[in-house]
């Protein structure tokens, strides 16, 4: 695996004209825990990823690997969990250092944080086309 890439193992479900569907399983660190069974904490996720199609022909059920660029990590990051972080604590200190109760001002942050996800919504076709997942057989 190169510096510059995540991969990813996955199994193709879909596959389209010009682009397929992969499930990739995401597990959280208990998932290879021994103890996982007693514990219950253990974590695993199907996600359904959709990426170019690439040159050489897959079918569904082909296991494949799903690659992004660092650069695709760090801005996904950046929007989903730093500027949401960053706007919630900006618009609560301002809000409340302007003498705003507190149950208004958790009230506006909460309707903040909803705007501005609801607005990533609705530009999801844009990122979808700066944030490109690419496959390689397995």
Do not use: W
Request: hydrophobic share 50%; aromatic share 6%; charged share 15%.
């Amino acid at each position: 695996m190169a510096k510059d890439t995540i991969e990813h193992d996955g199994i193709v479900i879909k596959v389209e004209e010009s682009s397929i569907i992969v499930a990739i399983q995401n597990q959280s660190a208990c998932a290879s825990c021994h103890s996982k069974s007693a514990c219950g904490l253990s974590e695993v996720v199907q996600k359904n990823i959709t990426a170019e199609r690439p040159d050489i022909p897959v079918a569904v059920g082909d296991k494949v690997i799903v690659t992004a660029s660092t650069r695709n990590a760090t801005l996904s990051v950046v929007f989903a969990y730093i500027l949401p972080s960053v706007l919630i604590i900006a618009l609560l200190a301002l809000l409340t250092l302007s003498g705003t109760s507190e149950i208004v001002a958790a009230s506006l942050v909460l309707l903040a944080v909803a705007v501005y996800f609801t607005i990533l919504y609705f530009c999801r076709n844009s990122f979808a086309r700066k944030i490109k997942f690419k496959v390689k057989i397995a």
